[in-house]
């Protein structure tokens, strides 16, 4: 997305499994965000305000595809090994 930052919230990234433990949807925008999953895989996010954050902890390989639901056209991907 567009304005958002994406952290890792942890030293490397991934934990001893393999899987990234935790991510969170930053946003440094000046309009509110709201991320949703594609195809219901994590839970979608309340209205990400500027300077709110979003976390979700994909304990699942795979590939996350997201939107902003407030701006269709902004989309992104997460793939977990």
Same mark, same amino acid.
């Given at each position: 997305m567009t304005?958002?930052?994406l952290h890792d919230h942890n030293?490397?990234?991934?934990?001893r499994r393999g899987f990234l433990?935790?991510? !969170?949807w930053v946003n440094a925008d000046d309009v509110p965000h709201k991320i949703v999953s594609s195809d $219901?895989?994590? #839970? #979608?996010? *309340? !209205?990400? +305000?500027?300077? +709110?954050q979003? #976390?979700?902890r994909f304990?699942? *390989? $795979?590939r996350y595809e997201y939107f902003c639901a407030l701006? *269709?056209?902004m989309t992104g991907?997460?793939?977990v090994q």
């Open positions: 304005d958002t930052i030293d490397d990234g991934v934990d433990k935790c991510m !969170a $219901g895989k994590f #839970a #979608a996010s *309340p !209205a990400i +305000d500027t300077n +709110d979003y #976390a979700f304990t699942q *390989p $795979g701006h *269709p056209k991907v997460i793939v």
